[in-house]
């Protein structure tokens, strides 16, 4: 797809949160986030869309991608908190000199954006199911602004401080405008091709 970020809004339209922090890896994000590292595992996009819409009675065998008979996979999904529902799954990808997330659906990564943001920046931007916008935006472990971005206007309604550099003219969807500042602003571009491919995740209770 010809645009960087913009497809990511177009793929989960039952809402997601899509986070970037600078000079980070993968796996460091998702550790900031509270992941334990010997729990990430390495999942495509429709397996975590699978897990995702397993049924709450379901069984191992309702799973496309899983073997139920490989044993030891089994078995390490299962202590790593893929195969028990989890209410949270974050997929993590790198481009050079950041790292992003992805969640779809939920919204894990604003409650963790100053741990995010630790000795560099990070960026975040949620849309509901919905249609609720936030956006977000914190340095070396401080937030600078998070709030709900208003057409012609940078900051939230309550007046407080926008994220340096964006601004929503109404013109597209909040989220939609919030990815195509990133692009522009620092050059980010994700293939869905590589989204696609297995991509270091963490399961959260």
Same mark, same amino acid.
């Given at each position: 797809?010809?645009?960087?970020?913009?497809?990511?809004?177009?793929?989960?339209?039952?809402?997601?949160?899509?986070?970037?922090?600078?000079?980070?890896?993968?796996?460091?994000?998702?550790?900031?986030?509270?992941?334990? *590292?010997? $729990? =990430?595992?390495? @999942?495509?996009?429709?397996?975590? %869309?699978?897990?995702?819409? !397993?049924?709450?009675? &379901?069984?191992?065998?309702?799973?496309?991608?899983?073997?139920?008979?490989?044993?030891?996979?089994?078995?390490?999904?299962?202590?790593?908190?893929?195969?028990?529902?989890?209410?949270?799954?974050?997929?993590?990808?790198?481009?050079?000199?950041?790292?992003?997330?992805?969640?779809?659906?939920?919204?894990?990564? *604003?409650? $963790? =954006?100053?741990? @995010?943001?630790?000795?560099?920046? %990070?960026?975040?931007?949620? !849309?509901?199911?919905? &249609?609720?916008?936030?956006?977000?935006?914190?340095?070396?472990?401080?937030?600078?602004?998070?709030?709900?971005?208003?057409?012609?206007?940078?900051?939230?309604?309550?007046?407080?401080?926008?994220?340096?550099?964006?601004?929503?003219?109404?013109?597209?969807?909040?989220?939609?405008?919030?990815?195509?500042?990133?692009?522009?602003?620092?050059?980010?571009?994700?293939?869905?091709?590589?989204?696609?491919?297995?991509?270091?995740?963490?399961?959260?209770?």
């Amino acid at each position: 797809m010809a645009n960087g970020l913009r497809w990511i809004a177009t793929t989960y339209d039952l809402g997601y949160t899509f986070t970037l922090c600078e000079g980070i890896g993968p796996r460091d994000l998702l550790v900031r986030m509270g992941a334990e *590292p010997h $729990h =990430l595992h390495e @999942l495509a996009d429709d397996v975590v %869309a699978d897990l995702q819409m !397993r049924p709450e009675d &379901g069984h191992l065998s309702d799973l496309d991608f899983l073997d139920g008979e490989d044993e030891s996979l089994v078995a390490r999904l299962t202590e790593a908190g893929f195969l028990s529902h989890p209410g949270v799954l974050v997929r993590a990808g790198a481009v050079p000199g950041w790292a992003y997330a992805i969640e779809s659906i939920t919204s894990r990564a *604003p409650a $963790h =954006l100053e741990a @995010l943001s630790q000795g560099t920046r %990070a960026y975040t931007v949620f !849309r509901s199911v919905n &249609g609720e916008h936030e956006v977000g935006y914190a340095v070396d472990g401080r937030t600078i602004a998070y709030y709900r971005p208003h057409a012609r206007h940078s900051a939230g309604a309550g007046g407080e401080p926008g994220v340096p550099g964006f601004e929503c003219s109404g013109e597209e969807r909040p989220d939609v405008a919030f990815l195509r500042f990133l692009e522009r602003e620092h050059g980010i571009h994700v293939s869905w091709e590589d989204f696609q491919a297995p991509l270091p995740t963490a399961a959260f209770a």
